[in-house]
């Protein structure tokens, strides 16, 4: 069975999750009920952020199977806002430090069941020691358990909803949370709402205080000491000890403190959202009202809490809930942002080190200049103009096998989600990287979290990043984002995709690309069709002013292929036909191919009279040129048009290669009077046209070949189609750059994509073997 090497692969989205599902490798000093997750491990040895998420949330604080959509979107917003997460929890008596989606389902599937713990600091020998003579059981690690195995594993911020804390009565009953006296002794810093509103605040704040934790609130944008939030609401009445104005201030916080002896944890207590919190007399009345009746009922000890927050949900309408869900998910995103801010203070030592602010990419180019590094931006042979962003990719993972492979509309749905750097503009850069081109890519990101997390990702992985630019957040930029929902079979159910950041006004001047290629200077210009319509106009006029050699254009989408004949701001003019043609080559599929030449003809491209000239000069009747395409196409082909579109494409465009999935792709050029191919009798199969009237006209002939896909895949080897038609242009540009044979461009493309077919990620890292196969 083959499949698709159409341009964009709608049909399957890469799951990176996939890559890593038998990939779990332990340090030989760990003990074996102890497993870090391969992906959290590298994380941390490259100095990425990462962030600690907890599971008692799931086993003992949300049902069954509102745990399990909660657990997704938490460990989405972990991935969103630039992080690693890493869920821990107890699976069959081992300790896991980072879970795949199936381990956090079997996990919480169990919530409710009395053989599934919750685990604290004191648990953590029974359930693991127990593993390991065969009776595995499972848990939820509270504050204080996950505290601990955060930090086996080396990760220094955990985000969680709610600490425990000194009970009320507690001065006579000493009960008090593990969590307080393990913040005492284990140096993580936890994000938290503060502590539960049932507990005793201001006890809590001065045990902390007595086990040497700081303790701070976040500002929030309020002026002078804040009050300590108490959970549900934002205010507690008691001052907190610190006031903390941001993330880079905690930050900064927990980097000092990892450089001075001390071994305490940290504590930042970050209010619940405005729009979800309860006023606290509100919750006061819920609180002491549900106070009431444990003492009525002579609930106490480990049934207390649960009883408590039980009734209080019952009594505010399930109103606590909702505000508890948007707790979690904003200390989520805090601790991210913590985390990343971190990871960069780690990476340099300091927030300015020679001019040079942590809070953006040092390679990133400023708001207004193109290189305000050092050094001059380099050179390179391919200079590629198109979308970065950041992907997130969402397959539906029901919890029992079912007939039906959708997921359920308008009602969350349990999902494995993966986040990843994307877009086709990043990914032909990455192809072309890999196929040995010296390349750079020209786009466009915000100086927010995303954008900052994929610029210097790419740098890490030797990339030029001089030449993307960065706009401000505070001017309404934002970085591109892409999500894919797909079905448990992997196909395309929705798209959405946020790529206003490419229809910036800032983009639209001249000067500003003036400036990127006249340093880039490439022999090859590629833009991708993402840009609006103006920007890319900008573009195409930059590159004849600047004498670039004619532009390369990938299409995208059927929608997005259409904009170099737009009506406004064409990039295409109507009068400029081979040899003056605007645009030299494109790799559009057979979608994408029929909206041009649909949009051509509508707008009146081809009743231009240079169009006639160049159509005329290929002497093809209308009696024999259907044979003639039959016998290098085929006849389903013909019937759909896909010859004849290229043809009448060709005196505007004169190379195209279309992308027909699995019949694999069919160039259509015009040849130059002197090409070899017009006189070798190994290619006069494909010469479709001839002109012998070449020195007047520059043209030789059609030359259209039909190239098989190299290696059919069988459907249970296909990973990911997500980024095939990309991989396909970076390789084929970075092989031009190397020799001007097209056709063998072609066939190490194609080869290329069938790796990226069996890969996981979009661009398969197997290309870079390609140099060395084709020796």
């Not at 907190?240 to 900064?252: F, G, K, M, R």
């Not at 708001?367 to 969402?394: F, H, M, R, W, Y």
């Not at 946020?498 to 001047?509: A, F, G, K, N, V």
Request: proline share 6%; aromatic share 6%; charged share 20%.
């Amino acid at each position: 069975m083959r499949f698709s090497l159409s341009a964009r692969g709608g049909s399957r989205a890469l799951s990176r999750l996939e890559t890593v599902r038998q990939a779990r490798r332990l340090s030989t000093q760990r003990p074996p009920f102890l497993r870090v997750h391969e992906e959290v491990e590298d994380a941390l040895k490259s100095g990425k952020p990462v962030v600690a998420l907890e599971t008692t949330i799931y086993t003992h604080g949300y049902p069954y199977p509102d745990n399990v959509s909660l657990s997704s979107r938490l460990e989405s917003l972990v991935r969103v806002n630039g992080g690693i997460p890493a869920t821990i929890g107890i699976l069959d008596g081992v300790a896991y430090v980072g879970m795949e989606p199936e381990e956090i389902i079997r996990l919480v599937s169990t919530a409710g069941n009395d053989k599934t713990l919750k685990v604290s600091r004191r648990d953590l020998a029974y359930i693991t020691g127990l593993g390991l003579r065969g009776r595995k059981l499972n848990g939820g690690t509270t504050i204080s358990g996950t505290m601990v195995l955060a930090h086996l594993a080396g990760i220094k911020v955990f985000a969680t909803g709610g600490l425990g804390g000194v009970h009320r009565g507690g001065e006579d009953s000493m009960d008090v949370s593990a969590d307080l006296t393990e913040l005492g002794r284990t140096p993580v810093a936890v994000i938290a709402s503060g502590c539960k509103s049932i507990l005793d605040i201001g006890r809590t704040i001065e045990y902390l205080e007595t086990q040497g934790v700081s303790v701070g609130t976040f500002a929030d944008g309020r002026p002078g000491k804040v009050d300590f939030p108490a959970f549900w609401a934002r205010d507690s009445g008691f001052k907190s000890p610190l006031t903390i104005q941001d993330e880079v201030d905690a930050a900064a916080m927990i980097y000092a403190q990892s450089q001075l002896p001390v071994h305490s944890g940290l504590f930042f207590a970050n209010p619940v959202p405005v729009e979800s919190a309860l006023q606290r007399d509100q919750v006061d009345g819920y609180i002491a009202q549900a106070v009431a009746e444990a003492e009525q009922q002579a609930i106490t000890g480990s049934a207390n809490t649960p009883f408590l927050l039980k009734r209080i949900r019952e009594l505010s309408k399930g109103v606590t809930v909702t505000a508890n869900t948007a707790l979690v998910e904003a200390n989520v995103i805090r601790g991210t942002r913590i985390a990343v801010e971190l990871a960069k203070l780690e990476k340099h030592g300091s927030y300015a080190q020679e001019g040079v602010t942590v809070s953006g990419p040092v390679n990133a180019v400023s708001e207004n200049n193109v290189g305000t590094t050092k050094t001059a931006p380099p050179q390179v042979d391919i200079l590629v103009a198109g979308a970065i962003a950041s992907d997130t990719l969402c397959d539906y993972a029901p919890f029992v096998s079912s007939s039906d492979p959708s997921p359920v509309l308008q009602t969350s749905n349990p999902a494995s989600i993966a986040q990843s750097s994307g877009g086709v503009g990043r990914n032909v850069t990455l192809a072309a990287h890999y196929a040995g081109a010296k390349v750079a890519l020209a786009g466009v990101v915000a100086d927010d979290i995303a954008g900052q997390s994929l610029i210097e990702h790419m740098a890490r992985g030797g990339f030029v990043t001089d030449y993307i630019r960065t706009l401000k957040t505070t001017d309404g930029a934002r970085t591109a984002q892409y999500v894919a929902v797909n079905d448990a079979k992997k196909d395309l159910v929705l798209a959405m995709a946020d790529m206003s950041i490419l229809t910036r006004p800032e983009l639209e001047q001249q000067a500003y690309w003036d400036d990127v290629l006249q340093k880039a200077k490439p022999k090859y210009l590629v833009i991708d069709g993402n840009w609006s319509a103006r920007i890319m106009s900008t573009i195409f006029a930059s590159a004849r002013a600047n004498g670039v050699p004619v532009p390369v254009f990938e299409p995208v989408s059927t929608a997005k292929s259409i904009t170099p004949f737009d009506k406004e701001h064409p990039s295409i003019r109507v009068t400029r036909c081979f040899p003056s043609h605007d645009l030299a080559f494109a790799t559009p599929n057979q979608f994408e191919l029929r909206a041009m030449h649909t949009a051509a003809r509508e707008r009146g491209y081809f009743d231009s009279q240079a169009w006639w000239t160049v159509i005329d000069s290929f002497g093809l009747s209308s009696l024999t040129s259907r044979d003639r395409f039959i016998s290098v196409t085929s006849p389903e082909l013909v019937d759909q048009g896909i010859p004849q579109q290229c043809m009448q494409l060709l005196p505007y465009i004169p190379s195209i290669v279309t992308k027909l999935g699995s019949q694999g792709c069919l160039l259509t050029e015009i040849l130059p009077p002197n090409d070899p191919k017009l006189r070798d009798p190994d290619t006069a199969p494909y010469i479709v046209a001839r002109c012998f009237d070449g020195e007047t006209t520059g043209i030789g002939g059609v030359y259209m070949r039909m190239f098989p896909v190299e290696q059919d895949v069988p459907a249970e080897d296909v990973v990911s189609v997500n980024g095939i038609g990309d991989t396909m242009l970076g390789v084929i540009m970075s092989s031009l750059a190397h020799e001007p044979s097209l056709e063998r461009a072609i066939s190490r493309a194609q080869y290329a994509a069938m790796l990226s077919l069996k890969s996981p990620e979009a661009v398969s890292l197997k290309i870079q073997e390609l140099g060395r196969l084709t020796k």
